[in-house]
């Protein structure tokens, strides 16, 4: 083997790791649950609401932002590993890391504990314990209580929205380090809009369902 080729296969498993790593964090849908997180923080941050209790600097908004990416990536990992049979058996998601075998159960479960608990961390030592406590409380909604109700009742999609609304929160107590009715607000918004998003999908993907 020539001395460039073996150059260039520690950088293939590299980019492979790294591939697999945004397949089990779902990095494309966490982007967007981090525009929520980012416009939450820079409304509170202009609105003046937080008073003496401004936290806006940008290291609250790089908190929030890293944390919630740390918190929902690693959820995200959790839900794959308990679904990693179901998810074998459909084609939308044969694919992925864990029924293609590309990467270990064990591997899996220590990537994503450590993803949630980085996330938690960062999130209380930029953006406060509040905004720690919230991405806590999304992390714990989706995989104990959203994931395994996926395979019982269809009021799932109800507790699924509950944990994909708390990111804005996150967002704005990073300033106002308080939950108010303005925090309940962006709650509401993006709850209501994940019902017809969830159903939207479920009925695309009805026959692998």
């Known amino acids: 083997m020539k001395s460039s080729e073996a150059a260039a296969l520690p950088t293939s498993a590299r980019t492979q790791r790294l591939l697999i790593a945004a397949e089990l964090t779902k990095l494309r849908l966490s982007m967007l649950v981090l525009v929520t997180v980012g416009v939450s923080w820079f409304a509170a941050s202009w609105s ?26 690693g959820a995200c990992t959790v839900n794959q590993i308990f679904e990693r049979d ?3 058996r459909m084609k939308r998601t044969r694919e992925r890391p864990l029924p293609s075998g590309r990467v270990s159960v064990d591997g899996a479960i220590v990537f994503g504990m450590l993803c949630m608990l980085a996330g938690i961390l960062i ?13 806590l409380l999304s992390a714990l909604i989706y995989v104990a209580i959203y994931t395994p ?41 993006l709850f209501v809009w994940q019902i017809p998003h969830f159903l939207a999908i479920a009925w695309r993907y009805r026959e692998d369902y």
């Not at 996926?150 to 939950?179: D, E, F, H, Y």
């Open 149 to 189: 109700l996926k395979r019982m009742t269809t009021l799932n999609t109800i507790v699924g929205a509950v944990s994909g609304a708390l990111p804005p929160m996150i967002g704005w107590t990073a300033v106002t380090q308080r939950v108010d009715a303005n925090a309940w607000a962006l709650f509401g918004i």
């Open 48 to 73: 003046g609401v937080a008073g003496d209790l401004a936290h806006d600097s940008l290291v609250s908004l790089i908190g929030a932002i890293l944390g919630v990416l740390g918190t929902a990536g």
């Open 86 to 88: 179901v998810d074998a």
């Open 123 to 135: 999130l209380f030592l930029l953006s406060g314990p509040i905004p720690a406590l919230l991405g």
